[in-house]
C-alpha cells in the first residue's frame, strides 16, 4: 500500500510539473497573451505552490538581491481565491465552468495545507462547506476524479465545525447524512481518506 502512495504521489507531482510547463509555454507565446486570463492565475498558482516566483512578483533589495514580494503574492492569490468562489455562487455558469471553478477551490484547500497557509486554511474553513452543500453531487464527482485532493479537502469540511467557536453541534448530522452520498461516490480507500478527517 506504501508503495502503491509513493508512486500515486509521484504522478501528481509529475501532472502538476507538467502542467506548470505547459502554462509557462503559454506565458511565453506574446502571441497567446490575453486570450484566456485563467491560465495566467493557474500559472500563479502552481508556481507559488512549487516556490517559483514571476518577475513581476519579486523586488530587489539595496543590494541588489531579489525576494519575493510575498504581500503582492498573497493579494493576487486572495483575489483568484474570491473570484473562483463568486463563480461558483453564480445561478447561470455552464456546467463546465463550475466544476472548474469547484477544482480550483479544491486545490487551495490542497495549496492551504501543503504551504500551512493559515489565512487560506481560514477561509476554507468557512466557505467550502456551504459550496459542499449547494453543488453535493457535483462536488463529490470532481474530488473522486481528483483523488490526491480529497483528505486536504475533508480537512477544511471538518473545519467548518468549531471554526471561530461556532457549528459544533452540527457535525455529527452533517457526517450522519452525508455519509451515504459519499459512499456512492467515492471507491473505498477514497472513502476512508475522507471520513477520518471528521474523527
Same mark, same amino acid.
Given at each position: 500500500?506504501?508503495? /502503491? &502512495? ?6 501528481? *507531482? ?6 506548470? =510547463?505547459?502554462?509557462? @509555454?503559454?506565458?511565453? $507565446?506574446?502571441?497567446?497573451?490575453? &486570450? ?10 502552481? =508556481? ?8 513581476? %512578483?519579486?523586488?530587489? $533589495? ?6 519575493? $514580494? ?10 483568484? +481565491? ?15 465552468? *463550475?466544476?472548474?471553478?469547484? &477544482? ?5 484547500? @490542497? ?5 500551512? =497557509?493559515?489565512? @487560506?486554511?481560514? +477561509? *476554507?474553513?468557512? $466557505?467550502?462547506?456551504?459550496? +459542499? #452543500?449547494?453543488? &453535493? ?6 474530488? =473522486? ?17 468549531? %471554526?471561530?467557536?461556532?457549528? @459544533? ?5 452533517? /457526517? ?5 452520498? /459519499? ?12 471520513? /477520518?478527517?471528521? #474523527?
Amino acid at each position: 500500500m506504501n508503495i /502503491v &502512495r509513493f508512486a500515486l504521489k509521484i504522478m501528481m *507531482l509529475f501532472m502538476v510539473l507538467g502542467l506548470v =510547463s505547459c502554462v509557462s @509555454f503559454y506565458q511565453a $507565446d506574446s502571441t497567446l497573451q490575453g &486570450r484566456d486570463k485563467k491560465y495566467d492565475d493557474y500559472s500563479l498558482l502552481l =508556481s507559488h505552490f512549487l516556490g517559483i516566483y514571476p518577475e513581476h %512578483f519579486q523586488y530587489v $533589495d539595496d543590494g541588489g538581491i531579489k525576494h519575493p $514580494d510575498e504581500l503582492k503574492l498573497f493579494k493576487a492569490l486572495e483575489e483568484i +481565491y474570491v473570484r473562483n468562489l463568486d463563480l461558483i455562487g453564480q445561478k447561470d455558469q455552464g456546467e463546465g465552468k *463550475l466544476d472548474e471553478a469547484i &477544482r480550483v477551490i479544491m486545490f487551495y484547500a @490542497f495549496y492551504a495545507q501543503q504551504r500551512n =497557509s493559515g489565512a @487560506f486554511n481560514a +477561509y *476554507l474553513a468557512s $466557505d467550502l462547506l456551504p459550496v +459542499y #452543500e449547494k453543488n &453535493r453531487h457535483r462536488f463529490l464527482r470532481v474530488m =473522486s476524479e481528483h483523488p490526491f485532493l480529497i483528505s486536504s479537502v475533508c480537512n477544511r469540511l471538518n473545519a467548518f465545525f468549531g %471554526f471561530e467557536g461556532n457549528n @459544533f453541534s452540527g457535525k455529527n448530522t452533517f /457526517v450522519n447524512n452525508n455519509i451515504p452520498h /459519499v459512499k456512492k461516490a467515492l471507491l473505498p480507500d477514497q472513502q476512508e481518506a475522507c471520513l /477520518v478527517e471528521f #474523527e
